[in-house]
């Protein structure tokens, strides 16, 4: 009896002795000037999850969460032993409501909180696209099997109904497939079936509605461009877009939740 209680002691001895070196270590820490600099920066720049939103058949994408792991960034600037924000080390919070979690939802625009708008191309016949690329500015471009060419500027989306699979392999070899679907009267079940992103245009640039187009215009703004759509009405688009301003980025990267 005496023995056992003798080990039991001994451990809540050997248990105690852990937690105050714990916390000893931890105050230590705490008093250590680069992780002053670190609590600090994380009082900052942590942030808190965003909720998807689910608005019957749509959603609007969340977005993750972020603290700086405190421990793990000091241990990264122990060597040079300053404060460097290079060396942060991220932990991310996944929202509660998330993108992934309904993918059967359609997504008709992105985070207003990202300050960005996207475009889509109809499709690769007009000078439009010379316009992007000269300009340097992302865009996401529909392709069918024919029209696919590997172009590393754009952002290729299936759009070849006919030949689905086959362009799908080729964009899967090529390491460049976002895995979006842009919508229209008949290819939803094969884009759900595919467990793809669903993408619906909350606004639609044509040859006659430009005005209509900037007055509707906000922040998560998904653009389709039409095939009879001017240069001149996309410039004066994208100026207009940099006025209020916002910046045109990828659409995967608009719908994502990172």
């Known amino acids: 009896m005496k023995k ?42 942590n942030y808190d999850a965003v909720n998807a939103i689910i608005n019957d ?3 609007t994408p969340g977005m993750y969460g972020r603290r700086i792991n405190e421990v793990k960034s000091l241990m990264n600037m122990k060597a040079t032993g300053v404060f460097n924000s290079l ?30 708008v996207s475009f889509i191309l109809e499709n690769d ?23 696919y060419n590997q172009n590393p500027y754009f952002e290729q989306i299936n759009n070849d109904f006919d030949n689905y699979k ?9 390491k460049i497939n976002t895995n979006i679907c842009v919508l229209n009267r008949t290819n939803k079940d094969i884009c759900v079936k595919n467990k793809k992103y669903l993408i619906e245009p909350s606004l639609v640039l044509n040859e006659a509605n430009i005005l209509s187009v900037k007055k ?13 759509a001017s240069i001149d009405q996309i410039t004066l688009l994208v100026n207009y877009i940099k006025s209020k301003g916002l910046k045109v980025i990828k659409l995967s990267e608009l719908i994502s939740e990172k």
Do not use: C, H
Not at 98 to 115: A, F, H, V, Y
Not at 166 to 174: A, F, G, I, V
């Open 125 to 147: 016949e007009t000078t439009a696209v010379t316009y992007f690329i000269f300009s340097k500015i992302p865009v996401s471009l529909l392709v069918t099997n024919k029209t």
């Open 4 to 45: 056992f209680i003798k080990i039991i002691l001994f451990s809540i001895l050997i248990i105690v002795s852990f937690y105050f070196t714990d916390q000893t270590a931890l105050f230590v820490q705490s008093k250590d000037p680069i992780m002053q600099s670190i609590k600090e920066y994380s009082q900052e720049n």
């Open 57 to 59: 058949n749509y959603i």
């Open 216 to 228: 509707n215009l906000t922040s998560g703004d998904i653009i389709m461009i039409k095939s009879d």
């Open 87 to 116: 060396f942060l080390v991220n932990d991310y919070v996944k929202p509660d409501i998330s993108l992934n979690q309904n993918m059967n939802k359609i997504i008709k625009r992105g985070n207003s909180k990202k300050q960005g």
């Open 166 to 174: 086959t362009l799908e392999k080729q964009l899967n070899k090529d």
